[in-house]
């Protein structure tokens, strides 16, 4: 097998312009409420108003990855990122990774998650030769988790306050550690949010650095209608900047992330083509 790890346009900033990334949207629900995210909106990332991912089985995925591919054949990685957790809707999720690496095996897979329920994928993640996982750790700390988490559900219970905090961190810290074991590369996303985690972030940063993470990716809460925070306003460029800078001493960055939506597909950064988006239609019916 010839993966390429420096092809990945995400965890490598020298790929971005040359490889294009393929999201395939197979993962609709979520396990956790983040108090920054309204779920008519994709996780985390594309939160315009009217853009939520059409959602695909596995098989319709791969259907549609098969027509993606002729359209855009510089694309070097296939991920799943939502449009809920990918680990919310494991069968489906693993099932898309297994069809996408037989029929492809030199293709890199990732997957971004919230990290509540990865671990018991680990091992065939890594038998399947993903290469890079994303986890979203916004807190080391459960009384600032505590802040930002409504609840969590794991293993049909739901939990609330710092209880819910506290098992989503220790299940977070865990895959970190064994993706590392694993030899898998991960990127930790931590979202700024102004007055619950900014000044805590270099923390998350410091923590995640003795674990084994690969990338820190310190991105600007976004600013969504209809949630928890909603008055909360975006942090200043500046505060994001020195906060980079400050997590810098601890971890390799990524400052070029666009908060792509679960269907993306090509460039970083460059919108889904019509024809693109009339493909995912067709492969939905
Ligand atoms: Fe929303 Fe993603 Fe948080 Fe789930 S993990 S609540 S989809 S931002
Ligand atoms: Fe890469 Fe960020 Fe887009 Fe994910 S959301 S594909 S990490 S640029």
């Known amino acids: ?66 027509r993606a591919l002729e359209l855009s054949p510089n694309i070097a990685v296939v991920g ?11 069968e489906d999720t693993m099932e898309t990774l297994r069809l996408v690496r ?8 990732c997957v971004a998650t919230n990290g509540l329920n990865v671990l018991p994928y680990i091992g065939e993640l890594a038998e399947l030769d993903v290469s890079h996982v994303t986890l979203t750790i916004n807190a080391v700390n459960p009384e600032i988790g505590a802040e930002i988490y409504a609840w969590i559900r794991h293993r049909k219970k739901v939990y609330r306050d710092v209880n819910a905090a506290r098992l989503l961190l220790d299940n977070q810290l865990e895959a970190l550690k064994k993706l590392k074991e694993h030899g898998v590369t991960t990127k930790i996303n931590s979202i700024i949010i102004p007055g619950i985690n900014d000044r805590h972030v270099v923390d998350v940063a410091e923590t995640v650095s003795k674990l084994g993470a690969g990338i820190f990716n310190a991105l600007p809460y976004y600013k969504t209608e209809e949630t928890v925070f909603e008055n909360i306003p975006e942090p200043h460029p500046e505060l994001v900047k020195a906060i980079q800078k400050n997590t810098a001493q601890y971890l390799p960055q990524m400052k070029h992330c666009a908060r792509c939506r679960a269907d993306a597909i090509g460039i970083i950064g460059q919108e889904n083509s019509d024809e693109i988006m009339k493909q995912l239609q067709e492969a939905a019916q």
């Open 1 to 66: 097998m010839t993966l390429s790890i420096e092809k990945h346009p995400c965890f490598n900033d020298r790929s971005r312009h040359t490889f294009g990334r393929i999201h395939l949207p197979v993962a609709p629900k979520c396990n956790i409420q983040c108090n920054y995210c309204n779920r008519k909106f994709d996780c985390l990332n594309e939160n315009r108003p009217g853009v939520t991912s059409r959602v695909l089985s596995p098989h319709q995925a791969l259907h549609y990855l098969d």
């Open 102 to 109: 037989q029929k492809y095996p030199d293709m890199l897979l």
């Open 80 to 90: 799943i990122a939502g449009p809920g957790d990918p680990f919310a809707n494991p």
